[in-house]
């Protein structure tokens, strides 16, 4: 998938229509730009046409932009340009274990993810030597006794930092509705369980009770209700018997932080659309 | 772990105390019988043992059988000695949809698993030519308006077909606590999710709903409480947005069959000990 | 990807050209075609374009033809229009071990593959009781002192068949050139490790003895260049030094099996398309 | 696995007797000391018996030590007993792609491995950064104009770091014999594929010219001769036509980390037996 130069990214949602793979694709052409790479999908229960266009040819991204908002007026499409930028503005929030915060900004100072990290924040104190270590600007706001306040807090700091997204990286704390809805599909949660199995608290030692031999880890986009918001990216490791909570503990390490670093460069790179609470990933 | 010829398995669960190993292997030893390969599993929090020894050298079982009844008083042990005999009677439940009992079929067709199918039992005349196929007797049970006498006449059938193992291949009625009890860790069924994700009915259309990135299932013996029994096998595969029920239900399939497959196989090969509602699988 | 009803399947290879998917989308809008799914793959390497599409709305397929015949001339294309016909005439060649061909044809009469099975064809007796099973002919192709003679005997057989798709499941025979040639990218083998790893024979013991950790198989389409045709799927499973020669048999047989029908269903449902020595896999 | 206390590791290589289990389960427990898990192999082939103890309950190593010392005298043991320790001295070797290097320091920095980096050591510059990130000493060692005089300074720097494990996580630079000799078994290297699939140089670009499905990475103990040693971890992921190499390289780096991480893991928990030239993992 890696392309010669950082193409454009169109994303396209909106009611499937004959004709409206042919009507994006001559407006295309029409303005000699190329398609390098298209991806689509259809969900046949709404009659959804979803889409994703990489492009290249041109660098005025205005005029595609101008001619794709009349066009998307005409088949009552949303639609968005993302033109190559600098690297998202990433807000990392821990609590007491942040080896998934550490490898995702391993990975981002090994330069494979197109983000930069502008802050860490932590209800914890554990953060703060990761932060120092990447020269990332640390924030400690303690769990308080006034959750409105706490929450305060949080929601301030997030808008000063003016984050493209923000990675809930094992960060413990339940937000609250508002901040939530703010960062609506720009705010990724990594779970330490294969989703829908053992939502909630300590799934770990409830896989172990179970006896399951596969344990895994789901990012999600969040959202108010715990747990169910639209999934990104999952998977599993094998485990048995063998395996105490400790190892179950140490195994989904592993596959949390394969499948949140999995999500963000999904999402860093355009290619999961969220459709109803469902998503689309073009991978 | 393939045997040049088929060696004997002793099974062993115990209280765990310092010694035993030396126990069981000196009084091995003392028989002139070989331990071909040899597995254990402490459990701590119960502080159980558990053990799976292979032996060969000997043909004379009947005196390891009396010289292990007198340890396994000593030690206050549960023991099974499982010698080299005829292959296990088998009997297959199904209802509509008979891939999973189709599977299991060929591979026993085939020499692959150490059993015999005596007899195919269905609540739906799906499985009659697959019965046939395969030159089997072949028993419709269809559900009745009395579950009593369904369940008094599925009881009955089963007694007289005196099997080692009963296998629910897809076999979609609920049995009651009597047949679940009297066939217990020698009643397998398959689930058609990762449980414990999507318990009960219509697994697929549920995670379609929920949009999981894997889909799995599950290979468990029964017990009265559905879909709760003591895990044996469990995988997955991957699936995504392109995918509709339908094709959850034919990917679905392939991970039944082989996760079915495997349980029946670890359970022949008696690698399968039942700890709790655990199991400890010696793989 | 499962549709309503059997689309019409259309794939089309040709130089890549700004306004070529624009071209293909308007020809089929204009026709009162719907494009149902898309997928699309640029080769950079060779400026090369391939694009699968599934059609409805229409039965009128002579017109799709008759267009598409127009629009290849003007734009340089290969095309192929695959509408909903009988199942693919399969034939099914075996040797010694019909485990591969024994799922082949439990999946087809389960109704899972797009295919009937017109013959069975087997250098050795091992596969007449299969083809009995199932009712379909067997024919019996022993080794011959001349190979010349057996190779015209096979030829025969096959033309004699008139398949739409030969599959060659654990078949040892290395078959001349003419064969492969007649029968190119409609003749799939499965090789027994994960290619190229241990190409040749004897896979499994070479394997054993490199004390690798995983075992494969590779479905692919036959050449007359021995294991090094266009791979159309591969799969692995988990081995460890547990797992004698005897094992790696036992495990790799599901690994071939799931690989093998994998490709069969890529293949029928036309997703599958050849590009030099490799394949573009629309799954 | 996880135990509630460091226990000691026995690993026991002798040729196969009846009786040896039992012998070595009787000295244990005349000592007063717990086999908190066992784990054993006899290869077939070799009537080799492998075993490994996890042992506690005593503190007396020395006398575990000695009395050990006389059985393996008696029937020709080779043994090895691994107490408690402090964290495994390691050096890691990197080129100019210090991902690998980077996922294992970031492990030993949160505390997963029982291992401390006291040197890092590089042929290119690109190392500096990271062990500077991480407060460990660098080496730059560049290639040079004679070979022997590079292979000198190379041994003369490893033997005063006196390591306990070696790691060559992505170092390019072939090693001389007697640098290779002298860390036998304790020297691990990460190869970029599924060994002995594409041995040898650029392993990305070829297995993308084959057309291969699956890319995948290995871990062994280094000898002599180049990509040939004992396996100790591999692992694979799936990859399509869509990626190009660079996609294969970028896939390809996350395989890497987790089986070298693998890999340590398994060799620091004396896990890895080597044997003839493949490994038994008790894992």
Chains 1, 2, 3, 4 share one sequence.
């Not at 030692?205 to 990104?232: F, M, N, S």
């Amino acid at each position: 998938m890696a392309a010669p130069s950082s193409p454009g990214i169109l994303t396209i949602t909106c009611p499937d229509r004959p004709g409206i793979v042919a009507a994006v694709a001559e407006l295309i052409a029409g303005l000699g730009v190329n398609i390098v790479h298209a991806d689509q999908h259809t969900d046949r229960a709404t009659s959804t046409f979803l889409q994703r266009l990489e492009l290249d040819g041109t660098d005025d991204w205005p005029t595609v932009e101008v001619a794709m908002r009349r066009l998307a007026a005409d088949w009552g499409m949303a639609f968005a340009l993302h033109v190559p930028t600098a690297p998202a503005r990433t807000v990392v929030l821990v609590s007491a274990q942040p080896h998934c915060a550490a490898d995702l900004m391993m990975r981002i100072g090994l330069g494979e993810l197109p983000a930069e990290v502008v802050g860490v924040i932590g209800d914890r104190p554990e953060g703060a030597s990761l932060a120092a270590m990447h020269d990332v600007p640390w924030t400690h706001l303690p769990a308080a006794d006034d959750p409105e306040g706490e929450h305060l807090r949080l929601a301030a700091e997030l808008e000063r930092l003016t984050p493209d997204l923000v990675v809930l990286a094992r960060y413990m704390r339940v937000l609250p509705e508002p901040i939530v809805d703010r960062w609506w599909t720009r705010m990724i949660n990594i779970h330490h369980s294969f989703l829908p199995a053992f939502v909630g608290a300590r799934p770990y030692h409830r896989a172990h009770d179970r006896g399951v031999k596969l344990i895994g880890a789901t990012a999600h986009y969040v959202t108010a209700d715990l747990d169910a918001g639209p999934i990104i990216a999952q998977d599993v490791e094998r485990v048995s018997h063998r395996d105490e909570v400790a190892d179950l503990v140490r195994i989904g390490r592993d596959v949390e932080r394969r499948v949140l670093a999995d999500a963000v460069r999904l999402h860093l790179e355009h290619r999961v659309l969220v459709f109803g609470n469902r998503t689309v990933v073009f991978d």
